[in-house]
Structures are given as C-alpha cells and as structure tokens.
C-alpha cells in the first residue's frame, strides 16, 4: 500500500508539474521573444533554421524560473484536487501523517532542486554561447586594468579603448613611479600603441611610441618600439578573465568560472563588483533549494475542506512567487552596495519564503492527526 500511495502521489504531482511548467514557458515565450523571432524570420535575418535553434537556446534562461513555479503549482493542483475528493481526508483517517503524506513530493522536489542547479550551472551558460555564436555577437567594450604590487600600490595602469576577443586597439601604458606624493602619483613613461594582441600568457603591443618622462613631469624622450610585451605570466591570463568577463552577464558564466572571476575581483579590491558576483555565486547554490519550499507550501496550502474555494491558496502562492522574484533585484542591490554581506544578501529570499511556509502549516493545523476510524469493539 505505501509503495502503490507513493507512486499515485508522485505520478500526480509530476504530471500537473510538467504541465504547468509547459504553460509557464509557452506564456513567457509568446510575448515578445516568439515574436521577434518571426519577425526575423520573415525579414531574412534568420533562416528558418536558425529561428528554430534561437527559440531552444532560450529555453533554459525559461526553465530556470519555470521549474520551481511549475512544481508549486503542480503540487498545489494536486492536493486541492485531493482535498477536494476527500481523499487527504482518507489517507489522515487511515492514521498517515503530514510528513507522511508529502514525502513522494519532497522526493520529486529534490530531483526539480538538482535539474534547476544543473540549468544555472551548465544549459544557460552553454545556451548563451551557442546565441552568441548565432548572433555572431562579438562584445566590442573599453577595459582598463590597474597592475599593482604586494602593498597595493600601483605600478602601471594599461587603458584599453577597444578589444574584441584576442586583439586590442588604441592602448595607452602608464608606468607608475614608485614615489607617491600626498596629492598626485607621478608618471615615469606613457607607451601608445594603435594595436596589440591578447594571449593567455603574455600582452603584446605593436608600433609602440614612448615617451619617457622626467621627475618634473616634462617629456624628455620620444622613441619607437616595434613590439613591447606589458605583461606575461599568470598576471596577462588573469587580466583576461577579467578583460572577458567583465562584459557578461553572471549567468553566462558557470559555477567555477563564476568562483574564478570572484576570486580574481576580490584580489584586485574591487569590492562593488565582488559582492555582487559573490551573491550571485551564492544564489547558484542556495536558490535551488526553494524548489524544496514551494512544493511544501504547494501540498500545504492543497489541503483545504471540501468546500473551501481553492482560488484562495492559488492567489496566495503566485502572489508568493511574485514577491519573491520581484525582491531579488533589492536584495542585489544591497549585496553590492555592502549593506547586507553577500552570503546574507543571498540567503534573506529563502529565509523569508521559509518562514512564510511554517506560517501556513501552521494555519492549517496539520501537525494534528485524525485518529483512526474505528468499529464498535475498538477495533
């Protein structure tokens, strides 16, 4: 009998979930997306094709919101459904517990917790590469990159007007001096190149034109080099993970290359960048587990008596939903600007949507059993 309940419960559960995950994406790629993509279509800039192929490589970004949403509502469907058929009152009368009742849905949860941490970590960043190269977008932005020394001070500033990929155009190099004065940092030579090349293990410039400058701040040498390597080593393969990243969006970057660039912020102080790339490093790991909240806030506000409208539980858990994606960006906000810590800043959604779910099991009563039916002799 238990392994028949848990398969009904667990069957039940996982058909209204990939259903409401099915609408969800459908509803959020109509608008706007599957639109613009016909209209490229019809006015040539993508074969039919490469339509189709966009419209895949946008479905994991969908999915990444559309697996913990469908899975509330999924569950919520069910139980109402089983509320209302009497059949939650059924299993309670046969002397099942609560926690026994939805342990097939937590079961399901944690196999939707790891398919959205797989989304996040792998399919969204492959599928924004794959659009990229659809694209054929090739990000063109400024950098600049400040190279200092063990005490943070610094010894060249390298000024980058344009790069794209593995080649750079119009640089300027300004070699530091080591005496620093309470209200400028003096120059001891400015290098201007039209062109230079970007490897993993060294910087290259090309037709560079020096101007050596004196203690006084007057140029007193102009020569020409052909080729001048700024920098070599692990400093030019960081100084590109940081030139490349930092024109993506975190979720076109995996967990480890995600971990990678937050190490490499935080090794350059750049705090704002670093706290908030930290957050969402944390969000990686801590957000998937809502996935685990919504089905029990799905199951819990399920159980309803027979003739409670179920409009009600449906409004609350979407107005939940709701509030929960739309205090994200708030929550962003302060991890950058440093008001909450990141791992903090990551964490206050979950606690939040946590506490909100022991309230309704709280409201519904259901840690109290239904005592067993029983005949005349007790038995």
Not at 17 to 26: N, S
Not at 87 to 110: D, K, Q, Y
Not at 313 to 319: C, E, N, P, R, T
Not at 344 to 360: I, N
Request: glycine share 4%.
């Amino acid at each position: 009998m238990i392994k028949i309940y848990d398969k009904y419960i667990f069957t039940q559960v996982l058909l209204a979930t990939l259903v409401a995950i099915i609408l969800f994406t459908v509803i959020w790629i109509a608008p706007e997306m599957l639109l613009k993509t016909i209209k490229n279509t019809i006015e040539g800039v993508y074969s039919p094709q490469v339509a189709v192929m966009v419209l895949v490589c946008e479905l994991p970004k969908i999915l990444g919101k559309a697996f913990p949403v469908g899975l509330l509502l999924g569950t919520l469907f069910t139980f109402d459904k089983l509320s209302k058929d009497f059949e939650l009152t059924i299993f309670r009368a046969a002397g099942m517990s609560f926690a026994r009742i939805i342990a097939p849905v937590v079961v399901l949860s944690l196999i939707v917790t790891y398919l959205c941490f797989v989304t996040y970590d792998k399919l969204i960043p492959y599928s924004c590469e794959k659009l990229n190269e659809i694209k054929k977008v090739n990000p063109v932005s400024q950098f600049v990159y400040i190279k200092k020394d063990v005490d943070k001070h610094p010894l060249m500033g390298i000024i980058v007007s344009r790069y794209n990929r593995d080649s750079m155009d119009n640089i300027i190099v300004l070699d530091f001096a080591q005496k620093v004065y309470s209200d400028i940092h003096p120059l001891t030579n400015i290098q201007v190149a039209e062109t230079g090349v970007i490897k993993d293990d060294k910087w290259t410039l090309k037709n560079v034109i020096s101007y050596g400058i004196s203690g006084d701040g007057i140029f007193e040498e102009i020569s020409t080099i052909p080729s001048l390597d700024i920098i070599e080593g692990e400093e030019a393969n960081n100084a590109k993970t940081l030139m490349e990243y930092s024109t993506k969006r975190d979720r076109e970057i995996d967990n480890a290359g995600l971990a990678r660039y937050i190490k490499l912020l935080k090794s350059e102080s750049l705090d704002e960048e670093f706290r908030l790339n930290a957050n969402k490093y944390y969000q990686r790991f801590i957000h998937p587990l809502v996935c685990i909240l919504l089905a029990l806030m799905g199951a819990i506000l399920g159980f309803s008596r027979p003739r409670e409208r179920s409009l009600v539980g449906f409004v609350i858990a979407i107005g939940c939903v709701f509030i929960y994606y739309i205090t994200l960006p708030f929550f962003d906000l302060l991890a950058e600007k440093g008001v909450l810590p990141p791992l903090l800043a990551a964490s206050f959604s979950p606690l939040l949507f946590a506490f909100a779910t022991y309230k309704f099991y709280q409201s519904k009563e259901l840690s109290s059993k239904i005592k067993p039916v029983t005949n005349a002799k007790g038995k």
